[in-house]
Nanobody, 122 residues
Framework: QVQLVESGGGLVQAGGSLRLSCAAS??????MGWFRQAPGKEREFVAL????????DYQDSLKGRFTISRDNAKNTVYLQMNSLKPEDTAVYLC?????????????????WGQGTQVTVSS
């Protein structure tokens, strides 16, 4: 059974940091991504990483504050979030594609974690 399990979310003050983890089980994936969804808003792309970690992509507005990485030995992807802002508040979801697509579109991904809540207070 394939599962993606996120952890590391929580409540943090503006300017603080959090590190999210996404542990995959059941199989390995090539590209993996992080998305987020705030109440009443569409799911949006956050970051993406290739199988070896050599290629990464970020939502333009998050570049310089967020860093995606992976540890293939642990089958885990991470999202380091620094200088957090109240507008970063959302449920953060890990995603993986069985087809190995490297894409910023949520529709390219067929495996999703349950999400972890990130709340940034002002």
């Amino acid at each position: 059974q394939v599962q993606l399990v996120e952890s590391g979310g929580g409540l943090v003050q503006a300017g603080g940091s959090l590190r999210l983890s996404c542990a995959a089980s059941g199989r390995t994936f090539r590209s993996m991504g992080w998305f987020r969804q705030a109440p009443g808003k569409e799911r949006e792309f956050v970051a993406l990483i290739s199988s070896g970690g050599g290629s990464t992509d970020y939502q333009d507005s998050l570049k310089g504050r967020f860093t995606i990485s992976r540890d293939n030995a642990k089958n885990t992807v991470y999202l380091q979030m620094n200088s957090l802002k109240p507008e970063d508040t959302a449920v953060y979801l890990c995603a993986a594609s069985s087809g190995g697509y490297y894409s910023v579109r949520p529709s390219a991904y067929d495996y999703w974690g349950q999400g972890t809540q990130v709340t940034v207070s002002s």
